[in-house]
């Protein structure tokens, strides 16, 4: 609704800067096809050009948040009082968009119904009518009622006055409109007329095109050699009549001295068409002005050690990411003293589901998991708040980097600090575990371990 009543004021706008640029630019030049093709061009545009939005992408780096942080920045968690119905009700306002558009819609059905109307009074004349065929498959209705000559579609309306003195200047006349289709672009202009009824720039806008029908009628008169200043009597007289309906196309007084004006006019210089094109940058304005930039959000990469900041002969037992160890190198470091220098003392070993390792286990996996890391399992699921080492069996573990399997010959080398995420989940007998570096969105709902204990 609201959005529609935008698009409606959109349109209005370059309803009016389209049409004021014609009155300045072409109104008065007798390029009477150009004019009319000018002013239908302008309505078309003005109707699309709102809807046609030309989008640009951006992406901006942004800080990763902490564990805790909204996984939505668009939308945020705040606290909020609870509001009870009562208060609802009182704090409700009143909608004005949807006052604004029963308003607007009223407009558009009267307007609809007097379009519709004055089709059925246009349908009952001719219906009314003595018609007779003429050769060119146009039909011609006489009337008894006294109304100026006018055309609808491919008939020919004439009271009996005009049909008896058969004044071959008000057939050509007519038949120029029919020629041209000026009752479609009438249908087309009234349905706007509908929509934008609040707009005094498209009732303007009707009037001028409907005088451009008439310049173009009056040029197919004068080719065919009529004189031109019985033509010019003749409209004179002939506009006194009753005008039959708003969508009829017919001789009336409103714009009789436009049109002797218009043919007594001198043809205007060939290269003033060029004027026409000031549709152009109207349109590339309204095309910027109505662009948008969207812009995506991605996390910012931390600047933590990656294997090319770090040689890979510096990584050592207590800085590297994920080591293998054989049952002999285990039995090595029970001897060294926790703490110590080089120790690889164990401090934990993640949910191995009941995988002891011991003697049978030919070598286990090391993993350094750094503080901040999201740790992931079967049964729990926790934010380390400091560091810790899990080890899993080696005969029974799968181990993944970033989802793509290495065996105990081909572990990374790798600092621990890489490490964002670590999942470990029971697929049958075996323990598929998956290292993490690429930058991780943490639910917000995720604890840390410091806080089950």
Same mark, same amino acid.
């Given at each position: 609704? /609201?959005?529609f009543l935008?698009?409606?004021?959109?349109?209005?706008? $370059?309803?009016?800067?389209?049409y004021?640029?014609?009155?300045?630019?072409?109104?008065?030049?007798?390029?009477?096809?150009?004019?009319?093709?000018?002013?239908?061009?302008?309505?078309?545009l003005?109707?699309v050009?709102?809807?046609c939005?030309?989008?640009?992408?951006?992406?901006?780096?942004?800080?990763? @948040?902490?564990?805790?942080a909204?996984?939505?920045?668009?939308s945020?968690? /705040?606290d909020?009082p609870?509001? @009870?119905?009562?208060?609802?009700?009182?704090?409700a306002?009143?909608?004005q #968009?949807?006052?604004?558009f029963?308003i607007?819609?009223? %407009?558009?059905?009267?307007?609809?119904?007097?379009?519709?109307?004055s089709?059925? $009074?246009?349908?009952?004349i001719?219906?009314?009518?003595?018609?007779? @065929?003429?050769?060119d498959?146009?039909?011609?209705?006489?009337?008894?009622?006294?109304?100026?000559?006018?055309?609808?579609?491919?008939?020919?309306?004439l009271?009996?006055?005009?049909y008896?003195?058969r004044?071959?200047?008000?057939?050509?006349?007519?038949?120029?409109?029919?020629r041209?289709?000026?009752s479609?672009?009438?249908?087309?202009?009234?349905m706007? @007329?509908?929509?934008?009824?609040?707009?005094?720039?498209?009732?303007?806008?009707?009037?001028?095109?409907?005088t451009?029908?008439?310049?173009?009628?009056?040029?197919?008169?004068?080719? #065919?050699?009529?004189?031109v200043?019985?033509?010019?009597?003749l409209?004179?007289r002939?506009a006194?009549?009753?005008?039959?309906?708003?969508?009829a196309? %017919?001789?009336n007084?409103?714009t009789?001295?436009?049109?002797?004006?218009?043919?007594?006019?001198?043809?205007?210089?060939?290269?003033?068409?060029?004027?026409a094109?000031?549709i152009?940058?109207?349109?590339? +304005?309204?095309?910027?002005?109505?662009?948008k930039?969207?812009?995506?959000?991605?996390?910012?990469?931390?600047?933590h +050690?990656t294997?090319?900041a770090v040689a890979?002969?510096t990584?050592n037992?207590?800085?590297? $990411? +994920?080591? +293998?160890?054989?049952?002999e190198?285990k039995?090595?470091a029970? /001897?060294?003293?926790?703490?110590?220098p080089?120790?690889?003392s164990?401090s934990?070993?993640?949910?191995d589901? %009941?995988i002891?390792i011991?003697?049978?286990?030919?070598?286990?996996?090391?993993?350094?998991?750094?503080?901040?890391?999201?740790v992931e399992?079967?049964?729990?699921?926790?934010?380390?708040?400091?560091?810790?080492?899990?080890?899993?069996? %080696?005969?029974t573990t799968k181990?993944q980097l970033?989802?793509?399997?290495?065996?105990?010959?081909?572990?990374?080398?790798?600092?621990?600090s890489?490490?964002k995420?670590?999942?470990?989940?029971?697929?049958?007998?075996v323990?598929?575990?998956?290292?993490?570096t690429?930058p991780?969105?943490?639910?917000?709902?995720?604890?840390n371990?410091?806080?089950?204990k």
């Open positions: 609704m /609201t959005e935008t698009y409606d004021l959109k349109v209005a706008v $370059l309803i009016a800067v389209f004021f640029c014609y009155r300045l630019l072409m109104e008065r030049e007798t390029f009477h096809r150009l004019n009319r093709i000018v002013l239908l061009s302008s309505i078309a003005s109707l050009l709102p809807l939005v030309i989008t640009f992408h951006e992406t901006v780096e942004v800080e990763q @948040t902490t564990a805790t909204n996984p939505n920045p668009q945020p968690i /705040t909020m609870a509001v @009870t119905a009562a208060d609802s009700v009182q704090m306002p009143v909608d #968009s949807a006052v604004i029963a607007f819609m009223i %407009g558009v059905l009267c307007r609809l119904f007097f379009i519709a109307n089709y059925r $009074l246009l349908r009952r001719i219906s009314d009518s003595e018609q007779h @065929t003429l050769e498959d146009v039909t011609l209705a006489v009337v008894d009622l006294p109304v100026a000559p006018f055309s609808w579609m491919r008939t020919i309306v009271s009996r006055i005009d008896d003195e004044n071959p200047s008000i057939l050509a006349h007519e038949r120029g409109h029919i041209l289709h000026h479609w672009d009438i249908v087309f202009v009234e706007l @007329t509908a929509l934008q009824w609040f707009n005094p720039v498209v009732w303007l806008l009707r009037r001028d095109l409907r451009v029908h008439e310049y173009e009628a009056d040029a197919s008169v004068l080719s #065919s050699d009529s004189d200043s019985q033509y010019i009597q409209l004179m002939k006194m009549g009753t005008k039959a309906s708003i969508l196309n %017919g001789i007084n409103s009789i001295k436009k049109r002797i004006f218009m043919m007594l006019k001198h043809k205007s210089n060939r290269r003033a068409w060029l004027k094109l000031y152009a940058p109207i349109v590339a +304005v309204s095309l910027v002005a109505t662009a930039t969207v812009t995506e959000f991605k996390p910012k990469p931390t600047n +050690v294997p090319t890979p002969d990584i037992l207590k800085n590297s $990411l +994920v080591w +293998v160890f054989t049952d190198q039995e090595q029970k /001897t060294i003293t926790p703490g110590a080089g120790s690889i164990i934990a070993v993640i949910h589901n %009941g002891a011991d003697k049978n286990n030919s070598f286990f996996y090391q993993i350094r998991v750094p503080k901040g890391c999201w399992d079967d049964e729990d699921s926790w934010i380390e708040v400091s560091w810790d080492r899990f080890s899993f069996a %080696g005969k181990i970033d989802g793509v399997p290495f065996d105990e010959n081909s572990a990374p080398k790798l600092h621990y890489v490490l995420k670590i999942e470990n989940h029971r697929k049958g007998n323990n598929v575990v998956n290292l993490i690429t991780v969105s943490i639910p917000s709902g995720i604890k371990n410091a806080s089950k």
